[in-house]
């Protein structure tokens, strides 16, 4: 079988690399709604991912790999094809002007916007989600994402003062996860706030100043219900104006001598005690 579907890419001024170049930029990716993703497990993700939401068109619009890559991936190539995604073969110069990494790994996918509208995933009715608000760092927003995926959570939502989720550090911290569940760009905080408790889910602001702390809320059972959780910036967390927003401020405990959690680490401890109390007696992910 044929392993790719055109000839290969040898030219940094050809079209499609210069096109795929310009998504380095946030306002390139905004306007033409694509954006890359790089690596095998990335890239395999996306073909399997299926089509964009509110689209008939697969999330994947091309896959670029090096013949070594192609050999070495058979796998994907073969389900792109399957799914009607056109593979196309390149040099190493060529990959790596496309990408944003220092060594790429010779495969990268050009994928269509996948986000999810805000209205969409509360007519889901949402157990678990996770709220970004002020997230600054790509790499913790990928993490995030991809944590929110492992734990299960049903959302995540990136409010208007948040990084990009399609800049490729984010993408490639996500590993594949950013494909796997729902998550809505550019929700204001408050909205997004004012609207999960519409829906009847409760809504905890982590923050290492909270009133509560994450045992407090374990022994009372009270993490069963319909939660989400507002993860702040990086260095300063929360401003009071959005703790106040919601139901809870809660700090995870610290009982060595660490000054504090770092962003991803506090969400992986925050939503994975959700999920475990969600699915446990009397959670709301347990039936009867």
Known sequence: MQSTDTPLLTSLRSPRVVAA???????????????????????REAVAYGRAPGSGEHAVVEVYLTP??????????????????????????????????????????????????????LRARPKLVAVLAHVRDPGNAGTVLRTADAAGADAVILTDASVDPYNPKAVRASVGSLFHLPFATGVPVAEAVARLREAGVRVLAADGAGERDLDQELDEGTLGAPGAWVFGNEAWGLPEETRALADEVVRVPIHGHAESLNLATAAAVCLYASARAQRSPGGCRVAG
């Open 21 to 43: 170049r310009r998504l380095a930029k946030r306002n390139q990716r905004s306007k033409e709604r694509r954006f890359l993703a790089e690596g095998p497990q990335a890239v």
């Open 68 to 121: 070594e890559a192609a050999e070495r991936h058979a796998d994907i190539v073969e389900a792109a094809r399957a799914a009607g995604v056109p593979v196309l073969t390149a040099t190493d110069e060529v990959i790596a002007d496309i990408c944003d990494t220092v060594t790429p790994q010779g495969i990268v996918a050009l994928c269509r916007f996948i986000d999810t509208p805000f209205e969409e995933v």
